[in-house]
């Protein structure tokens, strides 16, 4: 019986982050618009984006074999999985089923045949072997800590632990990489379609209609779910003794916070040239390995 209520909470959890996705993307880019003196576009634009690229057909290359029709399926489900697992999931079954999105996304990409496409996929993989593993390292800071990669586990034991060096250290290193794993500036510009510049925007050039809303879709998803790592594992604090209701209301705010501050970052500096970003994403690595070592 506990299973099946586990089951439960954590699709009904699951649910309510691919409701809430496209309103936190939507407030990111009308903080962007705000900060830079633009109007911009309305906090609920992304869903309306959505609705609308959902209810269109898709065109489809002759050349494309069943990896392109699976692909946007496959990263959209990888995505809702891994806002499933959140609740009480494993650490590393979450950045693994990421991953198998991601790899079927690159896939499309060369499968289309595009040089774009491809030119995007292999960007996306290369930014990725390197970001994947110092994610694990500067996210293994909290699970030693709790003694498991249970999720869990791993947000009690952010919760109870003091402030200490290791935490500021493995909190900067996440969010370095929260700004690679969502791409964002300054790795990647979610706004741009310039040839020279796009990774993610790269590998999905040859999708439209329905699948291109469920790639939208899963990337808010996948988004949220990192913003929610952030302030469950290194922005944990809360007042104790309050409501559900109270809590519930705390939560949503930290992940306004932030979104504002990815924001913010996005506005206050500008998109990096890819020779750089090893060395960038290796400052989190070695943030990340400051972390442990002073553990």
């Known amino acids: 019986m506990e299973q099946i209520t586990s089951v439960f909470i ?3 959890y699951a649910l309510i982050i691919m409701v809430c996705a496209p309103l936190v993307a939507g407030i990111i880019k009308t903080a962007k618009a705000g900060l ?63 991953a198998a999105g991601r790899f079927f996304l690159a896939l499309a990409s060369l499968d289309a045949g595009s040089a774009f496409g491809g030119m995007g996929g292999s960007r996306e993989m290369f930014i990725n072997v390197l970001v994947e593993p110092m994610l694990l390292l500067a996210m293994l800071t909290v699970a030693g800590q709790a003694g498991s990669t249970g999720l869990a586990a791993m947000s009690g034991a952010a919760a109870s632990a003091p402030l200490s060096l290791p935490y500021i250290f493995s909190a900067s290193a996440f969010l370095i990489l929260l700004l690679a794993e969502t791409g ?31 790639i939208f879709w899963a990337s808010a998803i996948k988004q949220l779910v990192f913003i929610i790592l952030f ?16 809590t519930l209301l705390w ?45």
């Open 10 to 12: 954590s699709i009904a």
């Open 36 to 98: 830079q003196n633009r109007r911009g576009p309305l906090i609920l634009q992304p869903y309306y984006d959505i609705l609308k690229l959902l209810q269109k057909d898709s065109v489809q290359s002759p050349t494309t074999s069943w990896i392109f029709t699976l692909a946007p399926y496959v990263y959209f489900a990888g995505a809702f999985g891994a806002a499933a697992l959140l609740p009480a999931g494993d650490l590393f079954a979450l950045i693994y089923l990421l």
């Open 184 to 214: 964002r500036i300054p790795i990647d510009n979610p706004d741009t379609h310039l040839e020279l510049t796009m990774i993610h925007e790269g590998m999905v050039l040859e999708y439209s209609g329905r699948w291109l809303g469920l």
């Open 231 to 246: 302030i469950t594992l290194f922005l944990p604090w809360q007042p104790g003794g309050v409501s559900p209701a109270t």
């Open 251 to 295: 939560t949503a705010g930290k992940v306004v916070f932030a979104a504002l501050l990815l924001a913010t970052i996005e506005t206050s500096t500008n998109k990096m040239r890819l020779f750089k970003v090893p060395g960038f994403i290796g400052v989190a690595g070695m943030l990340a390995l400051l972390a442990l070592v002073a553990q």
